[in-house]
């Protein structure tokens, strides 16, 4: 795939604040890549500079290889969906898809057709003559998103766009937008900072920190293979036990824990030396919970600590049990909610179990 968006050392500033420290990233032609991370971290502020809504301090961006660095927004191809939908309330839905095109001067019957044509893209044929007062959420946000697809713009920049829905549906727009990413191939740029819509709906996430970029990767590369602790712990429930590096072979290294040495990956081995202090991370889903205890061990192939129960919820589909080992925090174990659910009560002896093939050492 050819780059449809390349930034080169972009950054900006207000005043003695570093909004965005000097940022490399390159978008290929019809990704779809979300910007995550907490509030401040920069997410927002590398959206406006790739809008053109602020103008960068520094570096370069270009869009289909040409540099629009100091372009206007009009001048960039891109299309922006907004929380707040920013619909007029004045037009109808036709009125409000039709207005883009009749700023690109488009003929009225043409314009017509064609936001009709985005009506059906997002299955609201039928409300094309109501006003916006007269439409659910997320039917509103369906039209903002049909006024944005109906120029079919290079690029679709998404600032938080599903943030003020509830969460059906949100979880509805999830499914629409990559539906309409997957039948147009369209470029998508989305802004959130709920982690579990970006590893619904990304190909590529760039989860930013501090105003720069702490990892870039597959929603998988980041939740399996963290190359910091920052990433470890913000992008889901982590488990993570602390530890000294005793042996680095290549992407395996030994760790030693607590009650011995155990052989686990390594989400960035360029950074792990040995005598390097790190966590081991186990994902909650990734530990086997027993009833039976036995006495805390760790080997090449797995571990096992022995603990009391805190407490347990059933949150729905999963069950999550909170254990007190010898660790400094308590460890959360979650497996399916199978009927009949059972809680298991506070101060219960148990044991927890995992794979070290299901580990993996990030740096301290």
Same mark, same amino acid.
């Given at each position: 795939?050819?780059?449809?968006?390349?930034?080169?050392?972009?950054?900006?500033?207000?005043?003695?604040?570093?909004?965005?420290?000097?940022?490399?990233?390159?978008?290929?032609?019809?990704?779809?890549?979300?910007?995550?991370?907490?509030?401040?971290?920069?997410?927002?502020?590398?959206?406006?500079?790739?809008?053109?809504?602020?103008?960068?301090?520094?570096?370069?961006?270009?869009?289909?290889?040409?540099?629009?660095?100091?372009?206007?927004?009009?001048?960039?191809?891109?299309?922006?969906?907004?929380?707040?939908?920013?619909?007029?309330?004045?037009?109808?839905?036709?009125?409000?898809?039709?207005?883009?095109?009749?700023?690109?001067?488009?003929? %009225?019957?043409?314009?017509?057709?064609?936001?009709?044509? %985005?009506?059906?893209?997002?299955?609201?044929?039928?409300?094309?003559?109501?006003?916006?007062?007269?439409?659910?959420?997320?039917?509103?946000?369906?039209?903002?998103?049909?006024?944005?697809?109906?120029?079919?713009?290079?690029?679709?920049?998404?600032?938080?766009?599903?943030?003020?829905?509830?969460?059906?549906?949100?979880?509805?727009?999830?499914?629409?937008?990559?539906?309409?990413?997957?039948?147009?191939?369209?470029?998508?740029?989305?802004?959130?900072?709920?982690?579990?819509?970006?590893?619904?709906?990304?190909?590529?996430?760039?989860?930013?920190?501090?105003?720069?970029?702490?990892?870039?990767?597959?929603?998988?590369?980041?939740?399996?293979?963290?190359?910091?602790?920052?990433?470890?712990?913000?992008?889901?429930?982590?488990?993570?036990? %602390?530890?000294?590096?005793?042996?680095?072979?290549?992407?395996?290294?030994?760790?030693?824990?607590?009650?011995?040495?155990?052989?686990?990956?390594?989400?960035?081995?360029?950074?792990?030396?040995?005598?390097?202090?790190?966590?081991?991370?186990?994902?909650?889903?990734?530990?086997?919970?027993?009833?039976?205890?036995?006495?805390?061990?760790?080997?090449?192939?797995?571990?096992?600590?022995?603990?009391?129960?805190?407490?347990?919820?059933?949150?729905?589909?999963?069950?999550?049990?909170?254990?007190?080992?010898?660790?400094?925090?308590?460890?959360?174990?979650?497996?399916?909610?199978?009927?009949?659910?059972?809680?298991?009560?506070?101060?219960?002896?148990?044991?927890?179990?995992?794979?070290?093939?299901?580990?993996?050492?990030?740096?301290?």
């Amino acid at each position: 795939m050819t780059d449809k968006l390349t930034i080169t050392g972009l950054s900006k500033r207000y005043g003695a604040f570093l909004a965005l420290a000097p940022t490399d990233l390159a978008v290929a032609q019809g990704e779809f890549l979300s910007l995550l991370g907490p509030s401040g971290s920069g997410k927002t502020t590398l959206l406006s500079l790739i809008a053109g809504l602020s103008a960068a301090d520094g570096g370069q961006l270009r869009i289909n290889g040409v540099d629009v660095t100091h372009s206007a927004p009009y001048e960039r191809d891109i299309g922006m969906v907004f929380q707040n939908y920013a619909l007029f309330p004045h037009m109808t839905v036709e009125e409000n898809i039709c207005f883009p095109l009749k700023m690109r001067q488009q003929p %009225a019957a043409s314009a017509r057709r064609q936001a009709a044509q %985005a009506l059906e893209m997002v299955r609201l044929p039928q409300l094309a003559q109501r006003y916006p007062r007269e439409l659910s959420g997320g039917q509103q946000q369906r039209v903002a998103l049909a006024r944005c697809l109906v120029y079919r713009p290079s690029i679709i920049l998404m600032d938080e766009p599903l943030g003020a829905l509830d969460k059906k549906l949100r979880d509805q727009m999830q499914w629409e937008i990559k539906r309409i990413h997957r039948e147009l191939g369209t470029t998508i740029v989305y802004v959130t900072h709920d982690q579990e819509e970006a590893m619904t709906m990304s190909d590529r996430i760039c989860l930013m920190n501090s105003g720069k970029i702490e990892q870039l990767g597959s929603p998988s590369d980041l939740y399996f293979r963290p190359r910091t602790l920052f990433v470890a712990d913000f992008l889901g429930e982590s488990n993570l036990f %602390a530890g000294q590096v005793e042996q680095v072979q290549g992407s395996v290294v030994r760790v030693e824990l607590a009650h011995g040495g155990l052989r686990v990956g390594a989400g960035c081995s360029s950074a792990l030396r040995v005598g390097s202090r790190v966590r081991v991370m186990v994902r909650p889903q990734n530990l086997c919970l027993q009833e039976d205890p036995v006495g805390p061990t760790v080997s090449a192939t797995g571990a096992s600590l022995r603990g009391q129960v805190l407490d347990s919820m059933i949150t729905g589909s999963l069950t999550k049990v909170y254990v007190q080992t010898a660790a400094d925090a308590p460890v959360v174990v979650s497996y399916p909610t199978a009927w009949p659910a059972q809680r298991h009560a506070p101060g219960q002896a148990v044991s927890l179990h995992w794979s070290a093939a299901d580990a993996v050492a990030v740096p301290e």
